[in-house]
Nanobody, 126 residues
């Protein structure tokens, strides 16, 4: 059973930076992604995704130019570098992964991912 563990969240001032990490264990994963939920009861919002190959990525318009997704397959780890954070980026951030074997896919729909982490809280506040 695949397990995903996020880390790196915290409290940061507007304009600051954070780097989130997600480590996968227990099985092979392919596409990996970050989603966020900004308030309880809201749907998870797509943030960024990267294919297993690393050749393909998708990123939400709301964070493009500020957030960068990357991964190191040898360590089964994915990162989200978040720069110039805004108050509107405050959310619980979730790591997601799929094990379907698609090497070049970087899906943006939450329904495409079968495995989820517990989340890490990012709070942007002055």
């Amino acid at each position: 059973q695949v397990k995903l563990v996020e880390s790196g969240g915290g409290l940061v001032q507007p304009g600051g930076s954070l780097r989130l990490s997600c480590v996968a264990s227990g099985g092979a994963v392919y596409a990996m992604a970050w989603f966020r939920r900004q308030a309880p009861g809201q749907e998870r919002e797509f943030v960024a995704a990267m294919s297993w190959s690393g050749d393909y990525s998708n990123i939400a318009d709301s964070v493009r130019g500020r957030f960068t997704i990357s991964r190191v397959n040898a360590n089964n780890t994915m990162f989200l570098q978040m720069n110039n954070l805004k108050i509107g980026d405050t959310a619980e951030y979730y790591c997601a992964a799929e094990a379907g074997g698609r090497i070049w896919a970087a899906p943006t729909r939450s329904a495409d991912y079968g495995y989820w982490g517990q989340g890490t809280q990012v709070t942007v506040s002055s």
